[in-house]
């Protein structure tokens, strides 16, 4: 009898690995599973028998038979690991895609050049601790003209190609030329000292080229506090200056004239496309004309009652549409302004 | 303002041979160069020749063929695009080699299948004034004209110059003329300046006896200067007067008329002449003109005065003669027959002139400097240099003038503070360092204390009157690059408003949808706001450049839907876009300005009015607005009576959703249905919001109950939606439309709308008891209130 177990019981460990190994699928393997270790399986037959001997025998055969069951299940375990792998191997290489064949892309809009101009100028600013201001777009004499030491029939409102709205008595309400009215409303509103920009739409009676629009945007730039100097204006814009366009570009001031700032000057920076050294954009100078600047009037600060004695301001401010054009190298202004996807979307960011 | 380095040198010592660095230096001063020709350079290789015949070109009717002697008596054949020419005029030719001064070299080659051996030139293409309208014929009048083959530079009497044009601010009426630029420009280089005495000869007898001026308004006109030149005779000016004030872009006419042009260019000083003869009695008056006055000017127009606006030089029967400051009268003009001059140099209040030129439409090179402010003290150095220019002719003033002088400027000393030039420039002068800026240029500066000055200021500077005018001119020639720079500190913190940064997160929430920013023109044609489905009162413009944008937008929507008619128009169908921007209702009453917001629009082409709908629900669950409601119950001018609604938000209307009208598609000319938002910005931006307070997540499990009902037509979805929520109770924690059906067995005239409702409690876990209830309060709720019937 114990004979008979020891025998069957080789012949069971001598042949399991064999038969373990050769299951080709799962299902299978779960087949020779049950076939050698399940309820009815070979060995818990034999395990059966084993009540039959006396203690010893029971105990040797006992110990033998575990061995034989281990040995089966460690097969199992392995067979059952390959054969998961390579079982999810197939899936993976079934479910294999061609990443590039993708049909609907996802999409994003876009934010208006001249908005993204907007924000990057704002946000340099913002770094340099100036507030941000708005105002109508449709203004007053007062407000556009009168109050920045442009009394009616100055010469230099000829500096302005203005846009009258039928408002009012005539020539009065203005669609606003530049954004400085703002200044004015700042002024007026609030007390200095005073640190802001103005970013905003502004208008002109210009016929649309490729430089050129009715509507275009500037950001202007306001500082009133005490003992603001002409040094200050310099700094401030030259410090705008290697922030915004990068290190290699700066700054310089030349005389020139405003009826609201005095002294007036022109703000140029170096050429953006040559750096300085002189090329076709810039005609050879090396520079290319931002916008104007200066020291606040001393008839502007009267004019919102501020006492010029006591407070001193610079204002700057320049054109937004054609920085936001250099910086993607667009040549026509009104490419801009047809809402044409085809353009738009060009520009994410 | 143009000058020439050869003029400048007539005042001061100049360089000359560095003529970009001198132009670096005027634009320092603020005197801008807009750029530097040099004239007579690149002309060699360019000679006389003789126009032998002129034939049609074979194969092309806007070129012609030229045969050309150089001298030695051969014909050499050139085609030419201009057609001023006649056969034996003189004419530049640029022979083959040639580089002309854009660069271009001269080649002998075929056009239309001629040859071309060289290049007949246009004056402009020498450098020699701006005409370009044909070629340069040459005078050959006199000793038969010069010999072939001759240098035309040589033939010209070209000396090599240098041209600047220069951008002059309103404010430097001094650089109006030749010696001022020359005299800013002195001072900085350190360098010597001096104009000239004139050298001539007067003729006997006195002025006084022959001219009289009245001045009845001594506010228009603040000195008259009246001289009588005698001996004129009419004749053509020297070459080089006609050659400099064709270089200045003026067009020689007779020796008198150039003088004064001369004169003008030179010492910023507009002058007049009259025919003496012509002028009855020898007397001028001067006025403001009076309503009916008229007068035909030089040009030939007759034009009616306006009463305190233009003033006028009348004759002593108060005939007008002149527009003052703005343009001469025919009646009085010089002709060939003149033999005889009056010459008036004035100074007129600079307002007056600016007025006047400006609604007389007449702008002119003496417009242009009286309104800046002439130099009321050089009349009488004008006069004089005016009299030698015409000297050669045998022209002689008169012994005496006639001054009458008006109001002119208030000349005082200013005071200027060296404390406060450097306050205001954050530099470190010393005040001895000011005279020192300010002389060369004409101020008289005395001390006055310690460390202030009193300045006179010079007559021919009227545009600078307060302490801060001069610091500027000291600042000029200080020079700006040597002002220091630093950065004031500011005691403010940098930062966006609430609007500008909720502005922001709708921009980007937009984008996040893929939706493009576009910003279309707020200017509307008259019919635009009416073919957009928009009734309704706009602004509109006084002076617009065309009636196309003549009408200021109320609305965001003709705008954006002229941007889908482009886009479809251009095969790009389906196109997203907003934009943010300000509309323009009518004044409200008692206001001045328009009634201005800001409005944010959307337009989805392709898309039906749900996907406007969820547009919103983004922006406003991102605002965290209050309470937003879509009201279907009234109608919105210009959308789909069916697919329209108002956003209301607080209970305060705040914008419109839904579908454009076909009609207005259709006039428009867009095929696609276009779903379409606005949102007035300004007035959401402005209501309480922005509040996410924190629900706390609840660890127990939920449970998810859906319930359809069939409700009537009539009831919003919005309303069955709140009343669910307010039966579900604190339970609810999420509440989803997920499924509408119409159809049997569902009822006509019904629909099934059905809800998954999120059940949970923070504090344990439901039962079937709970969610029981739950479902059994939401039915009985929408039975009795909506009459809407759980379905099984």
Not at chain 1, 222 to 243: H, N, P, Q, W, Y
Not at chain 2, 250 to 271: C, H, W
Not at chain 2, 551 to 580: C, K, M, Q, W
Not at chain 2, 687 to 711: M, N, Q, T
Request: proline share 6%.
């Amino acid at each position: 009898m114990t004979d008979d177990i020891t025998e069957t019981l080789e012949q069971i460990g001598a042949e399991a690995p064999d038969r373990i190994a050769a299951a080709a699928s799962l299902d299978e393997l779960r087949a020779v599973e049950a076939d050698l270790l399940g309820k009815k399986g070979e060995l818990t037959a034999l395990k059966k028998g084993l009540g039959a001997l006396g203690p010893d025998e029971r105990r040797a055969a006992g110990q033998a038979m575990n061995d034989v069951r281990a040995a089966v299940e460690s097969a199992l375990a392995g067979r059952r690991d390959a054969l998961e792998s390579s079982e999810r191997a197939l899936t993976l290489a079934a479910e294999r895609l061609d990443l590039t064949e993708v049909v609907d892309h996802a999409s994003r809009g876009s934010l208006h050049l001249v908005t993204q101009t907007w924000d990057r100028l704002v946000d340099v600013f913002l770094g340099m601790g100036f507030t941000v201001a708005e105002g109508p777009e449709v203004e007053t004499d007062w407000y556009n003209f009168e109050a920045l030491n442009i009394p009616a029939a100055h010469p230099a409102r000829g500096m302005w190609d203005t846009l009258y709205v039928d408002l009012g008595e005539p020539e009065t309400v203005v669609l606003r030329t530049h954004t400085s009215p703002v200044q004015i409303r700042v002024m007026t509103d609030g007390e200095p000292p005073i640190y802001a920009v103005m970013p905003g739409r502004v208008f002109r009676r210009d016929t649309a080229d490729a430089s050129h629009m009715p509507v275009f945007h500037q950001i202007e730039g306001l500082v009133v506090d005490r003992g603001i100097s002409f040094a200050d204006l310099a700094g401030t814009l030259e410090a705008f200056t290697t922030a915004y366009f990068g290190g290699a570009i700066h700054s310089r001031l030349r005389p020139s004239y405003f009826p609201f700032t005095e002294p007036s000057a022109e703000y140029d920076i170096n050429c953006l496309f040559c750096e300085g050294a002189g090329c076709r954009t810039c005609g050879q100078t090396g520079w290319l004309e931002l916008g104007g600047c200066g020291m606040v009037h001393p008839n502007v600060l009267r004019n919102v009652d501020l006492d010029p004695e006591e407070w001193t301001g610079f204002a700057f401010g320049f054109g937004l549409d054609r920085l936001a054009l250099m910086r993607h190298g667009v040549d026509d202004i009104r490419e801009m302004y047809t809402g044409d996807v085809r353009f738009l979307e060009q520009f994410p960011a | 303002m143009k000058v020439l380095l050869s003029w400048l040198r007539e005042f001061a010592p100049f360089p000359d041979d560095d003529p970009v660095g001198l132009g670096d230096v005027m634009s320092d001063l603020g005197m801008a160069v807009e750029s530097v020709d040099r004239i007579g350079e690149g002309l060699d290789g360019i000679v006389v020749a003789r126009v032998l015949a002129l034939r049609p070109h074979p194969n092309a009717d806007k070129i012609q063929l030229v045969d050309v002697d150089l001298g030695d008596g051969e014909a050499l054949q050139i085609c030419c695009g201009a057609f001023n020419m006649a056969e034996s005029d003189l004419v530049p030719l640029a022979t083959l080699g040639t580089v002309m001064p854009g660069g271009m070299e001269i080649a002998r080659r075929k056009l239309r299948g001629e040859w071309s051996n060289g290049m007949l030139c246009s004056g402009k293409e020498l450098g020699l004034g701006d005409d370009h309208s044909g070629i340069l014929v040459l005078d050959s009048s006199d000793v038969g004209g010069p010999a072939l083959g001759t240098p035309i530079t040589e033939a010209l009497g070209i000396t090599p110059d240098v041209l600047y044009d220069l951008e002059i601010n309103p404010n430097r009426p001094d650089a109006m003329s030749v010696a001022g630029v020359a005299r800013d420009l002195a001072a900085r280089l350190h360098l010597p300046f001096a104009i000239p005495e004139p050298q001539i000869e007067l003729v006997a007898g006195d002025a006084a006896e022959l001219v009289s001026v009245e001045l009845l308004d001594p506010d228009l006109c603040g000195r008259f200067h009246a001289r009588v030149i005698d001996g004129v005779h009419i004749e053509p000016s020297p070459p080089w007067i006609a050659e400099r004030l064709t270089a200045l872009g003026m067009r020689p006419i007779n020796n008198v008329v150039d003088a004064s042009n001369y004169v003008m260019l030179e010492l910023g000083q507009p002058n007049h002449t009259y025919d003496l003869a012509k002028l009855p009695d020898g007397t001028l008056r001067v006025r403001w003109a009076v309503d009916g006055d008229t007068i035909t000017t030089l040009d030939g127009v007759e034009r009616g005065l306006v009463a305190g606006r233009d003033g006028v030089i009348t004759d002593g029967a108060d005939v007008p003669v002149g527009i003052a400051g703005v343009m001469g009268g025919a009646s009085t003009e010089i002709s060939d027959t003149t033999t005889s001059v009056l010459l008036e140099c004035a100074w007129w209040r600079p307002m007056a002139i600016a007025v006047s030129s400006k609604y007389l439409g007449l702008r002119s090179e003496a417009s242009a400097r009286f309104e800046r402010g002439v130099d009321p003290d050089v009349v009488d150095l004008a006069a004089r240099r005016l009299a030698e220019l015409l000297a050669p002719s045998g022209a002689r003033l008169v012994e005496g003038s006639v001054t009458a002088d008006g109001e002119l400027p208030d000349r005082s000393p200013v005071r200027v503070r060296a404390d406060r030039v450097n306050r205001l420039l954050g530099t470190e002068l010393e005040p001895a360092e000011i005279p020192a800026l300010l002389e060369p240029i004409g101020f008289v500066v005395e001390p006055a204390g310690e460390r202030d000055f009193l300045v006179t200021i010079p007559s021919f500077r009227f545009d600078t009157t307060t302490e801060t005018d001069i610091v500027e001119e000291i600042a000029r020639h200080h020079g700006y690059s040597r002002i220091p720079r630093r950065v004031p500190t500011s005691t403010q913190t940098g930062s966006l408003s609430p609007v500008q940064r909720d502005r922001r997160t709708v921009r980007q929430v937009l984008v996040g949808l893929g939706i493009h920013e576009a910003m279309p023109l707020p200017f509307l044609a008259p019919g635009d706001l009416a073919s957009a489905g928009l009734p309704g009162e706009a602004v509109t413009l006084t002076n617009p450049l065309a009636a196309e944008e003549s009408v200021l937008r109320t609305s965001l929507r003709p705008g954006l839907l002229r941007a889908v008619a482009y886009n479809e128009s251009h095969r790009t169908d389906g196109v997203s876009l907003f934009e943010i921007g300000q509309v323009f209702g009518v004044p409200a009453l008692g206001a001045v300005l328009p009634d201005e917001r800001e409005h944010l629009g959307v337009v989805l082409a392709g898309r039906e009015a749900p996907a406007a709908v969820q547009v919103w629900e983004l922006v406003h669950r991102t605002l965290g607005l209050p309470s937003p409601e879509i009201d279907q119950g009234r109608a919105v001018a210009g959308l789909h009576p069916g697919r329209a609604a108002v956003l209301t938000s607080g209970g305060v209307d705040v914008g419109e959703v839904g579908e454009i009208d076909p009609g207005v598609l259709a006039a428009l000319g867009i095929r696609e249905r276009v779903a379409w938002l606005q949102v007035d910005l300004g007035t959401v931006l402005g209501l309480p919001h922005g509040e996410h307070p924190y629900r706390p997540i609840s660890r127990y499990p939920s449970s998810d109950l859906d319930l359809a009902f069939e409700v009537d037509e009539t009831v919003p979805a919005a309303r069955v939606t709140a009343a669910v929520r307010d039966a579900a109770g604190d339970l609810l924690v999420d509440l989803r439309l997920f499924d509408v059906f119409r159809g049997a067995p569902v009822p006509e005239g019904h629909r099934s709308l059905a809800y998954r409702l999120r059940l949970q409690a923070p504090d344990r876990t439901l039962t079937d008891d709970d969610i029981a209830s739950v479902r059994d309060a939401v039915a009985a709720t929408l039975a009795s209130s909506l009459d809407a019937t759980l379905r099984a």
